[in-house]
Every structure is written in C-alpha cells, then in structure tokens.
C-alpha cells in the first residue's frame, strides 16, 4: 500500500509561507486527500512554550540550547509524523529541520554542528522553499517583533537556505518565487504537489544519512 507524502514548506519570515500552507490544506482536502498539518516550532508541547518564550524574548539562553530545543520539538513530533505516513496521510510541514539549521546557522554556529540532532528524523519527499528577498518583504510591511525578523538576520538565512538546497537534487528541494501573488505562488505549489496525491511508494528516507 502507498504512504502519505512528506512535504515540508520552508521560507523566510515574510514569504507568506503559512497562507500557501493552509491554502494547500484546502486543496488536499477538496482532492479528498486526508492531510494533517504541522508547525515548528510546534508551541503547544512544554518543550515549544520554552522557545515560544526565547523567541518572544521573555527568556535568554545560549544559541546552543536554544537549537538543541528546536531540534527536540520535531524529535517529539517524529513517531507522529511517521504513524500518520504509513496511515496514508499527506503530512505537510510548515517549516523544519532546514529552518532550523539556516536560523541557527545564520546566527553563527557551524553548520555541520547544526545538522547533526536532526540526523535521521523522518526525511521529506519534497521541500517547498518559499524564496522571497528582504526588499520585498520590506514592501509587505517589514518583520514582526520577534528575535531573527532583522533583515540582516533574514539575509544571512536566505544564504544558508541557497547553500542547503545544493545538497539535493530538484526533485527534493524547489524554490518557487514567493514575491508572486498569492494566486501565482500557490498554483505553483500545487504544481509541484499534485503528483503526490496518488501516494508514495518509496521507502521514508532519513535526513541526512
Ligand atoms: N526557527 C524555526 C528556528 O530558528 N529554528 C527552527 O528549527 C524553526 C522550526 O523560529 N523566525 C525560527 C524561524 C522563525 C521562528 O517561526 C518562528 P514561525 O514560523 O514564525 O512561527
């Protein structure tokens, strides 16, 4: 029997990433796709009210620990997100474990550093990454107030993020144009999902292994 696909949706604070991943939800569902939709950081578990508070800059802790959490938060999630997979449910991501590296990394700590608590959580089939520049996301009204919505910050992120998309291949990781309109951006989206509907048969791989 298939399995539901993984698909993880990345970007960068401003791309407009949580409209075109509830957009997506309603065009699963109207496909008669089952579908759950997840976020990380997942604030809800104790492990996520800890970063909620880190990133509301109600608590301070070392740029270490603060990634190890974020890493924590989707360990928590893992048997979840693999039961629903094998269940034949689409398992849509709203961020993860790239954002967790990009973030972390932009900050300053070494990439293969970051990388590694996440080896080997369940691997996407696809990574949507939503790709805007800091100019446009300057037009949509700039950054919230929480920690990391600098465009400074959001620079160096977008240049992880370019790095870690060289490590897959096209198949793995598409960069759409989120500076679009949302009509355009998310019939792009659904371009790159659709062949997903019918399942996966394909093994779950595991990141970075
Ligand atoms: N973030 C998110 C990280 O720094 N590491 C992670 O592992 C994840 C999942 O949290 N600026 C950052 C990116 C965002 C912030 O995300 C909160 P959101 O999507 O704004 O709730």
């Not at 080997?120 to 949507?128: G, I, K, Q």
């Not at 037009?139 to 959001?154: N, S, V």
């Not at 060289?166 to 999902?193: C, L, N, P, Q």
Request: net charge negative; glycine share 6%.
């Amino acid at each position: 029997m298939a399995r539901g696909a993984f698909i993880a949706v990345e970007g960068l604070d401003r791309s407009g990433k949580t409209t075109q991943v509830a957009t997506l939800e309603t065009r699963l569902q109207a496909a008669g796709i089952d579908v759950k939709l997840l976020k990380f950081p997942d604030r809800t578990t104790a492990i996520g009210q800890m970063i909620d508070a880190y990133l509301r800059s109600q608590s301070e802790l070392d740029d270490h620990a603060i990634h190890l959490l974020f890493s924590a938060n989707r360990w928590e999630l893992a048997t979840k997100i693999e039961r629903l997979l094998n269940e034949g449910t689409v398992v849509v991501c709203d961020r993860y474990a790239f954002s967790g590296v990009a973030f972390s990394a932009a900050k300053g700590l070494d990439l293969d550093w970051c990388r590694s608590p996440d080896v080997s959580l369940p691997a996407p089939d696809v990574t949507l990454f939503l790709d805007i520049s800091p100019e446009k996301a300057r037009e949509r009204g700039g950054y919230g107030e929480e920690r990391y919505e600098k465009e400074e910050l959001q620079r160096k992120v977008r240049a992880i993020f370019s790095k870690i998309s060289e490590e897959f291949s096209a198949e793995k990781w598409v960069t759409i144009d989120a500076g679009r309109s949302h009509e355009d951006v998310a019939a792009d989206v659904w371009s790159r999902v659709e062949r997903f509907t019918a399942g996966v048969h394909s093994p779950l791989e595991r990141l970075w292994t």
